[in-house]
């Protein structure tokens, strides 16, 4: 009772005596949750009935990714088979560059034998899990962003709540562009202003005081992800207080000179002098999906605020608007599937340290900010910058 009340919605594996939170997304792709030990066994899945269950159904043809950063196995010796090279972080999105050798080495290993089959797991088995299947559909089948989301959904779950994070969506479509595309542009944005359309509502009189950290998430020389802080708006000027009569919240941060390239994550927080500091939402993008020098963010779209159902701490028309300017666009990294075979070592170094951020203190921070472009005119631009998107979400 303990294991399906902690799987919730998800779908479990109930064959041959097997009781598993654990499914076949397809015939030779599994997602499940995290296989434990001890104490914790009693409530996730006992790794010896994982082992079981694989020694059955695919002897000696099974390989295991754990795809968690905060966990790695105590009895990592009780599988045959277990790669950990593709960990990141719980509730986001891995580094762009680890995505293509991740896909490429599951491509190997099941053309090997037709026999092989993957077992894809992080924790609970859907968010982070459900980005890296996505992908994998996408890259193996040609399916549109769409399709793999759907698909995994009614697999995995049977409220059809799949993955459910807007970063992770937005990654699985960013895969996909670039496989149609067969390149990515490296690109370097100043982020000039940031503005919170309606003024979110988590002080007990209304409003807030905002303030936003920026990190930057890379691969090292190993393949390992690497994240650091590169900037911090309350060290830069002193949260200020919005209230909830406030049309829009501005975080002007032009003079801080924040140039960023590659994988960007922006935390916004809630300054509290009495209480600990409560994160309000985050979202992560990738400066070589960026074509314009704006990127606005429906509330939908948005990590934390699209939980957000009964509009009790974000308006319903919330949104999130960023806006940028060019720095330097490298030339293209062509898509090499040679070398993405084998590479799985040394994975993506070079593009990945090319998308480590630079922060100084620039002189000309009031030119920036003169330079901010009519919010009518760039959500016009933006409207139309990206058509390889689909419909039903447009990230």
């Known amino acids: 009772m303990a294991r399906r009340a902690v799987s919730k919605k998800k779908r479990r594996y109930q064959e041959n005596g097997f009781d598993l939170d654990l499914s076949y997304i397809t015939n030779r792709i599994i997602a499940m949750g995290y296989p434990s030990s001890g104490s914790e066994a009693l409530y996730r899945n006992p790794a010896t009935e994982v082992l079981r269950f694989f020694t059955e159904r695919h002897p000696h043809h099974y390989r295991i990714y754990n795809l968690c950063f905060e966990k790695e196995y105590s ?11 593709y960990r990141f972080m719980d509730h986001y999105p891995c580094p762009f560059d680890m995505l293509r050798p991740f896909c490429k080495s599951v491509e190997k290993y099941l053309e ?13 088995g859907k968010g982070r899990t459900g980005l890296m299947i996505c992908v994998l559909l996408v ?3 040609n399916m549109t962003p769409q399709q793999a989301l759907d698909l995994f959904a009614v697999k995995r779950t049977h409220n059809r709540k799949g993955v459910t994070i807007p970063s992770q969506w937005r990654y699985i479509f960013y895969y996909h562009r670039m496989k149609t595309r067969k390149v990515l542009t490296r690109k370097e944005y100043r982020i000039t202003h940031v503005r919170m359309n309606t003024v979110p509502y988590f002080d007990l009189t209304g409003g807030c005081n905002p303030y936003f950290r920026v990190y930057i998430m890379w691969m090292n020389a190993a393949g390992k992800l690497q994240e650091q802080e590169v900037f911090n ?22 003079s801080a000179d924040l140039v960023v390239s590659g994988d960007v994550k922006m935390v916004f927080y809630d300054a509290n002098s009495i209480t600990k500091h409560e994160k309000m939402f985050h979202f992560v993008f990738h400066t070589g999906f960026i074509d314009s020098s704006y990127l606005c ?19 319903e028309d919330f949104h999130v608007e960023v806006f940028f300017d060019r720095v330097k666009e490298e030339d293209a990294d062509a898509i090499d599937d040679d070398a993405a075979a084998a590479g799985e070592a040394n994975v993506a170094t070079k593009s990945s340290e090319r998308g480590r951020a630079r922060v100084h203190t620039s002189a000309h921070g009031d030119a920036h900010a003169r330079r901010l472009h009519p919010r009518s005119l760039l959500l016009k631009k933006s409207a139309s910058s990206d058509k390889t998107h689909s419909p039903r979400l447009s990230l």
């Open 139 to 141: 890259h193996l089948y």
């Open 297 to 315: 963010l429906e509330k939908k779209f948005i990590d934390k605020a699209c939980k957000d159902r009964d509009h009790s701490s974000f308006s």
């Open 233 to 254: 708006w309350s060290k830069f000027k002193k949260p200020q207080r919005c209230g909830q009569n406030d049309l829009c919240v501005d975080l002007d941060c032009s």
């Open 112 to 124: 090997e034998d037709e026999r092989n089959v993957v077992s894809i797991h992080c924790k609970a």
């Open 75 to 85: 009895i990592l010796d009780i599988f045959e088979q277990v790669n950990t090279n």
